[in-house]
């Protein structure tokens, strides 16, 4: 049961976040006197927060990703943006644990071409310390996404493919990588 308390006070709380500017649309229709609020775009309303996380595990492996970003909207259907990657991997080959703390950054472009469709392409710059054994090797590395995802108005669930993606050269197991992405 209290597994299960952190993600239903997250859900809650994102659900509570996305129902909010709708009441206040609504309020601020009623106390105008019924008239609609401007439709004006201002600059400010053409940035916007996200958060994503990716997450796998598996009996020898485990995953975190987390990437807090922004986002800059050119138009209702194009985004650009930029965001911070910090990721922990674990797992155990050959009987012997490694453990991988990352850092870097990502440029991300969205493209929306229908209501419940995203579009991504994003270029990751990361920098690993990985801790094997009693060893300790610095590495970075590059990857290149492409992705699609199921979208509302808040949230993205999807999956992207590492174009670059080498066996053998890279820290992810696989080219393959779900997301999900949170809007604010």
Do not use: C
């Amino acid at each position: 049961m209290k597994k299960l308390l952190l993600p239903a006070i997250v859900f809650f709380f994102f659900s509570a976040h996305a129902r909010q500017p709708a009441f206040s649309n609504m309020l601020l229709t009623h106390l105008s006197g019924g008239s609609k609020p401007s439709q004006k775009r201002s600059a400010g309303t053409r940035w916007q927060w996200y958060g994503g996380f990716g997450m796998y595990w598996s009996n020898y492996s485990f995953y975190l990703e987390l990437q807090p970003g922004i986002l800059y909207k050119l138009s209702d259907r194009i985004h650009l943006g930029a965001n911070a990657s910090l990721i922990y991997s674990s797992d155990v080959n050959f009987g012997t644990r490694r453990r991988t703390y990352i850092y870097g950054w990502d440029l991300i472009g969205i493209y929306i071409p229908e209501r419940h469709l995203e579009i991504s392409m994003d270029w990751q710059r990361l920098f690993a310390h990985i801790y094997q054994g009693g060893n300790h090797l610095q590495n970075n590395y590059n990857a290149l996404f492409a992705g699609a995802g199921y979208r509302t108005s808040h949230v993205v669930i999807g999956v992207k493919y590492d174009l670059l993606y080498y066996k053998g050269k890279n820290f992810y197991q696989s080219p393959w990588m779900p997301f999900i992405r949170i809007y604010f």
